[in-house]
């Protein structure tokens, strides 16, 4: 199992330019996050998915987009990026939402805006 | 007021110290605790859930106070490979996971 994987682990971008963070989970889990990291912040929600075919926006969702392509795959789009939105994005899967349930991160990708 | 709330330290101790965190979470409604362990450039994993009556994992020990509103971590017997940020998270309504910005520890030898 290789839990929640995330694709590219670098990416450095110009200002304008956009991307697709990729996040690919095989843990059978419903439920699907994107989150941030800046420093002194701890993580932000940008995105999240109950479900397969469900999205919801979290705390900090401006000029972002995503996709819950299927149960396995939730990619988050930046459409037009920004210096903003230098960041450490993680991925994050869980079971549901039942009490006590722990989320599974993946490995992060570091992503930088010139 | 932020919704979770930690001491972002960093707390220095020598190895073999007891050493306590605290966290206050500002939703009383909020459902399930948990403490995560951060370590640097990598991303979060979970420690141990937290539960009402207190639970304990070999060195570490969390309480939950739901009147007060706070979450504490003790870590008994500190080792060097406990160095790295501890993440106080709030469960609310099933979904969504708030998380603290963080306690970080440094264990000196």
């Known amino acids: 199992n290789a839990g929640v994987t995330q694709t590219p682990k670098f990416q450095v971008l110009k200002t304008g330019q956009s991307m697709t963070l990729q996040c690919a989970q095989d843990m059978n889990h419903n439920s699907m996050y994107w989150y941030r990291q800046d420093p002194g912040m701890g993580l932000r929600l940008i995105y999240y998915?109950?479900?397969?075919?469900?999205?919801d926006k979290g705390e900090v969702p401006n000029g972002y987009n995503v996709s819950r392509l299927n149960k396995r795959e939730f990619s988050l789009r930046l459409e037009s990026a920004a210096p903003s939105q230098t960041s450490v994005y993680f991925c994050?899967?869980?079971?549901?939402?039942?009490?006590?349930?722990?989320?599974?991160f993946g490995p992060g990708t570091r992503l930088l805006v010139l | 007021r932020k919704e979770v709330e930690q001491d972002p330290g960093p707390f220095n101790v020598p190895e073999g110290a007891t050493v306590a965190f605290n966290c206050t979470y500002s939703?009383?409604?909020?459902?399930?605790f948990f403490w995560y362990r951060q370590d640097c450039r990598k991303e979060p994993k979970l420690l141990m859930s937290v539960y009402s009556s207190g639970n304990e994992d070999g060195r570490f020990t969390a309480q939950l106070n739901r009147a007060s509103q706070y979450i504490s971590l003790l870590i008994r017997d500190s080792k060097l490979s406990d160095s790295a940020t501890y993440l106080c998270v709030v469960d609310n309504y099933g979904q969504n996971f708030v998380f603290g910005p963080g306690t970080r520890l440094s264990v000196l030898p």
């Open positions: 998915s109950a479900s397969e075919g469900t999205t």
């Open positions: 939703n009383s409604a909020s459902q399930s």
């Open positions: 994050a899967s869980r079971v549901g939402g039942g009490a006590q349930e722990t989320q599974y």
